[in-house]
């Protein structure tokens, strides 16, 4: 197997054997990885079988602590392991690890940060990985706890009465729900109810998320609740083949008093269950701080109230200088 480094005249070959993948997304298309490449240091990687067929990619991230280098999934992605072809098995996954550990340790890396796909992304069972990475001694650093409503479910759980009571209450106040393609408005919220409340700024700037929007336009969308024609709360969704992922859900302190969150997660969880049948799960987010030490009760509760549960998003690593 051959590995070679990612440069941009890849990019063709690279996003199309993404789309084509068994448990890729949209995030590791090269125009949603790139647009920050002025902070993460790209060195993703290309894997070829040896009928120069491209096998599997690695979005990652060259970092330096402590004068080492460090090896990682992609720094700019919550998640992001080896992106596998369709026909990839279980021995193919170990040659992946192989040849990657032996690149990593001829480059002079010391450590390797492995950002695995959270299972709900996996459009076939993807889970050789995860024996890899048992294999060959990788060590679990950081597990945050998501949550998730699997749409298609049989039995699935009835949202909590509160959440019920808060939907009708923002609707009895005037309050609507609508896609907009517009920022603008939704972000001066983000922005002042991160700020006021947690004392931090979102981690897209208005520009940047203009910029993702533009480009994956059929894969993120916004989502506000108006009153008498003005914007008072919102969400951003991000959707790949089976999931649809939550972010930036904020209000007006006046608008979340009356229900609005509570009206926007109803909203979109009844349109996807309606109107987007290829969509599975409906994924909330990580209630976490503290690399998952610390877990949000309030937070992950709310999430639950609506028949969601616990998807975790791990992260492991390895020591280059130790031998398998």
Not at 220 to 226: D, G, K, L, P, Q
Not at 236 to 243: L, Y
Request: glycine share 6%.
């Amino acid at each position: 197997m051959e590995v070679i480094r990612y440069i941009s005249a890849h990019e063709p070959l690279w996003d199309a054997f993404v789309r084509a993948s068994r448990n890729g997304v949209f995030l590791f298309e090269r125009q949603y990885i790139d647009y920050h490449s002025d902070r993460f240091p790209d060195h993703s990687l290309l894997f070829f079988d040896a009928s120069h067929r491209l096998v599997a990619v690695l979005p990652a991230t060259e970092l330096t602590e402590s004068g080492e280098r460090i090896f990682s999934s992609h720094g700019g992605l919550t998640f992001g392991g080896f992106v596998l072809s369709s026909e990839a098995r279980s021995r193919d996954v170990l040659r992946l690890f192989d040849t990657a550990l032996a690149y990593l340790r001829r480059q002079g890396f010391a450590r390797f940060v492995y950002k695995a796909v959270p299972d709900i992304y996996h459009q076939v069972p993807s889970q050789e990985e995860d024996y890899a990475l048992w294999l060959y001694g990788f060590r679990l650093e950081v597990c945050n706890l998501s949550t998730a409503i699997d749409l298609r479910c049989a039995s699935p759980l009835r949202p909590d009465r509160n959440r019920l009571r808060g939907c009708r209450k923002a609707q009895r106040h005037g309050f609507t729900v609508v896609e907009t393609s517009d920022l603008n408005a939704l972000w001066s919220i983000v922005e002042y109810s991160l700020l006021h409340r947690h004392g931090v700024r979102p981690v897209h700037s208005l520009s940047e998320m203009s910029l993702l929007r533009f480009r994956f336009p059929s894969h993120i969308r916004t989502f506000v609740a108006m009153r008498d024609g003005k914007v008072e709360g919102g969400v951003v969704m991000f959707e790949s083949a089976q999931v649809a992922h939550s972010q930036y859900a904020h209000a007006t302190d006046d608008a979340r008093s009356l229900g609005v969150i509570d009206l926007l997660y109803s909203h979109l969880i009844g349109y996807y269950q309606s109107h987007r049948p290829e969509i599975r799960f409906f994924d909330f987010g990580i209630s976490n701080e503290d690399r998952g030490r610390y877990l949000n009760p309030g937070l992950v509760s709310y999430k639950e109230d609506f028949g969601g549960r616990g998807v975790c998003y791990k992260v492991y690593s390895l020591e280059l200088q130790k031998e398998r």
